[in-house]
Every structure is written in C-alpha cells, then in structure tokens.
C-alpha cells in the first residue's frame, strides 16, 4: 500500500488530493503549517488511513516510516496572500522545495511539485506552451510567487539530474470549486461572494484580460495522472477554455441570479493580460482532457459557496 505525503494537504487543491488519494487506497499524511489552509478542509476525513501534521516545510521535515510520494503543495497560491506574505512565500518555494526534495531522496519517493502557469509571467506567446520560458518582472509585486515556484522547478530538475530523484512537474493553471476561501481574493470566490451577498461585482481593469478555469476535480485527476507516470518534464494541466474576466464576471451573474451591478477598479500591478494552457502534452503523455464544462463546473461551486455565505 502505497504511502503518501501532502505537504499543504489542508489546502483548496491539497485537501482534494489527500480525499482522492484516499480513495486510490493510499495511507495519507498531510502537512500544513495552517498560513493558507484550514483545519476544516480535512475535518470530513474519517479515514483511519490519515494523519495530520502541522509543520511548517520551510523547517526540517521529519517523518517517520517509508514513503512512496511526496506531493508538494504547501505555499500561498492567491495574488493576495502572496503580497500580504511575500517573504513567506518565498521561503516555502525555495527552502520549502528544497527540505521536501531532501526527504524525496532520503525515503527514495517519488516527488511531484506543484509548479504554475505564473511561471510564464506575463506571457509573449499565447497559448502558453511548456517549452515557453516566461516573462517574468522579478521584482514586481508577483515576482515572490513567481520566481519561488520558478526556483522550485529549477530546484526539482537538480535533485532530479544530480541525485536521481524521480520528480514530476506540473503547472497549474486557474483552478476552482469548492473550499477555495471565501475571501482569498481570487477572482471566483470574491465575484461568488459579491453576487450571493449582492454587492457590485469588482471587474479590476477593463475586464479584457483573459483566464481559462479548470474545475478541481479535472486538475487533481490530472495530477494523480502525472504522478504515476514517467514524466520528468513540467506538464501543464488546466482547462483551455478561455475567457475574459468580464465575461466571467456575466456568468457569474447569471447563474447565480443576482442583480448586483458589474464594477470596475485599479487593475493590478502585472497583472497577466493573457492565460491559456496549451494541454498538448498532458493530451498525448497522459490521456488526460479536462470534463467538467465551465456551466456546470460554476454552478457547483456557488452551490457550495452558497451553503457557507447564507447559512
Ligand atoms: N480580478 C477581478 N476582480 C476581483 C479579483 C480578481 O477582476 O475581485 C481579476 C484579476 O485582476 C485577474 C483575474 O481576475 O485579472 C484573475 O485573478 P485571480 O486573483 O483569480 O488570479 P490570477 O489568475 O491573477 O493569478
């Protein structure tokens, strides 16, 4: 039986991992030093197959017993929380990366890094491809998140070529559903909130930047994909439907029947104008395609919100 460590597992996407790995028959231990994440993300969790540590990944992991896998999720993923917690996150990207890496070779796991599409930047080519090398302004607001998980990729491929560690790469792109927080600042939970609680919706800038969202469920299939296979080189997962955020910002009216007004604010510093995933490779290397549509990924995910906001 497979045994497996999460770090960040009581996270959005860390949480999902540590329930469907469950699943898939694997003991689950999740780490988390409960910056980002939350207690109640794993609270559901009977399992007798799962632990709970919290530590901080950025101090000596230390865990007793083999392990087979170490996914490696721990670090602030909202634009918000990375500028609130900017030295955080570099910390959790770089040393982070580098204790969890240490542990991969001292129990002879395999490892898998949670990597982003913010390694493009603000990209020049479009779809973005993994052979794409970024545009990135190291010292702009993003560059704390940007460049860690730029170090942590360079990082992985180190202990990958130099010690031998069996580590995969992938790049998350715009992901959503149920147990983002509520007010991360992320563009879905903040848009749900405003329309559940009917406020204006905040569209920053004109609305034409683009994003293309992917459905948790898709994404953390994907990555139990990419785990087990054999592919060293990053893979990007997300979903290639693109649209701009005025665009979202309609649909979320819609379907959640609010008759909040659309308002516009201050774009962001750096904020990418374009994103979208190309998925050729995670197509051909892992049959993998996203499943769940963008109508009825939404409407589960302000069902949920729904039960946390009008309770
Ligand atoms: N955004 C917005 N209104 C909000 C929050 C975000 O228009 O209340 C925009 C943001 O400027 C960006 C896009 O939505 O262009 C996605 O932002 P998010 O913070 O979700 O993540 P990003 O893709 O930028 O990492």
């Not at 990944?57 to 917690?85: N, W």
């Not at 570099?90 to 796991?109: Q, R």
């Not at 990209?123 to 090398?133: M, S």
Request: proline fraction near 5%; include cysteine.
């Amino acid at each position: 039986m497979a045994r497996t460590l999460v770090t960040g597992g009581a996270g959005f996407l860390g949480s999902h991992l540590c329930d469907f790995l469950l699943e898939q028959g694997h003991t689950v231990i999740c780490m988390d030093n409960l910056s980002t994440g939350s207690i109640e993300n794993i609270d559901h969790i009977r399992s007798e197959e799962f632990s709970f540590i919290k530590h901080d990944v950025t101090e000596y992991i230390y865990v007793q017993g083999k392990l087979d896998y170490i996914l490696h999720f721990a670090s602030p993923a909202s634009p918000c929380d990375y500028m609130e917690m900017p030295i955080q996150t570099l910390k959790v990207g770089s040393l982070g990366t580098h204790k969890a890496l240490g542990l991969a070779k001292e129990k002879n796991a395999v490892f898998l890094l949670a990597s982003t599409s913010e390694v493009y930047g603000d990209p020049l080519v479009h779809p973005q491809r993994e052979d794409y090398w970024g545009n990135v302004n190291p010292i702009g607001p993003r560059g704390v998140y940007d460049e860690a998980k730029r170090f942590a990729e360079a990082m992985t491929m180190a202990y990958h070529r130099y010690h031998g560690v069996r580590t995969r790469i992938v790049r998350i792109f715009n992901t959503y559903g149920p147990r983002m927080r509520l007010h991360d600042g992320r563009v879905v939970p903040t848009l749900i909130y405003q329309a559940l609680t009917n406020q204006p919706l905040t569209v920053y800038g004109d609305g034409s930047q683009t994003r293309s969202f992917c459905y948790v469920s898709d994404l953390i299939r994907g990555i139990c994909q990419l785990l087990v296979s054999d592919i060293t080189d990053p893979v990007n997962l997300g979903n290639n439907h693109e649209m701009n955020i005025l665009e979202f910002a309609q649909h979320v009216r819609r379907l959640s029947g609010t008759s909040s007004e659309i308002v516009f604010k201050e774009l962001p510093v750096d904020d990418p104008k374009t994103r979208q995933p190309d998925i050729t490779r995670a197509r051909e290397c892992l049959h993998w395609e996203p499943q769940v549509s963008f109508e009825e990924g939404l409407h589960k995910t302000i069902e949920w919100f729904s039960t946390r906001v009008l309770r």
